[in-house]
């Protein structure tokens, strides 16, 4: 019975390792693809506030995209937003996309009057209702900012909050990449 019992956890530890290793190895894989796919703007869609689809790769192409990854109620998302609501003229001169998984169109409108996003003109925000924000660029953290040239390749990412006078100087081909 002893004997029996070894081969079995020795079974189950032999299992569980084999599972760890293949699980290491695909989140490795995965990280690598979406590293490689985010170097040049998708072709990937999200749901507008109005219904439909609107597709990153859509947008103005002579300006640079800046996609901005967010929650309402992430506090490094409320600080950049502030940012940008007080110089809506500087951002102007990007395609702004904000994207979140936060569905509550109540709460998403109190975030856009309460940082004064409307008067950033080329400003969209799109809904992740399915989660493939991960998919396309490889996080989901709360806020990640992903700066494209006009070329619709990666000048920068950032992952957590940044100062929006870093994006405004990518922006504006003032920052040494």
């Known amino acids: 019975m002893r004997k029996l019992f070894k081969y079995l956890v020795g079974f189950v530890l032999l299992l569980t390792a084999g599972w760890l290793i293949a699980h290491t190895f695909q989140t490795y894989r995965a990280k690598k693809e979406a590293a490689e796919k985010i170097q040049t703007l998708q072709h990937c869609c999200f749901e507008s506030l109005h219904g439909g689809q609107t597709c990153l790769?859509?947008?103005?192409?002579?300006?640079?995209?800046?996609?901005?990854?967010f929650h309402p109620e992430c506090e490094h998302c409320q600080y950049e937003a502030t940012e940008i609501g007080r110089q809506p003229d500087r951002f102007a001169k990007a395609n702004m996309i904000l994207i979140t998984p936060d569905d509550s169109t109540k709460r998403i409108a109190a975030f856009v009057d309460k940082f004064k996003l409307w008067q950033v003109d080329n400003l969209v925000i799109l809904y992740d209702r399915n989660f493939q924000f991960k998919k396309y660029f490889g996080t989901s953290v709360f806020p990640s900012v992903?700066?494209?040239?006009t070329d619709?390749?990666?000048?920068?990412?950032?992952?957590?909050?940044?100062?929006?006078?870093t994006v405004l100087?990518?922006?504006?081909?003032?920052?040494n990449l």
């Open 57 to 69: 790769d859509g947008f103005n192409p002579h300006q640079p995209t800046v996609i901005i990854y």
């Open 146 to 149: 992903f700066i494209y040239g």
């Open 152 to 165: 619709k390749r990666l000048l920068k990412q950032f992952i957590g909050e940044v100062e929006m006078e």
């Open 169 to 175: 100087k990518i922006i504006d081909g003032n920052e």
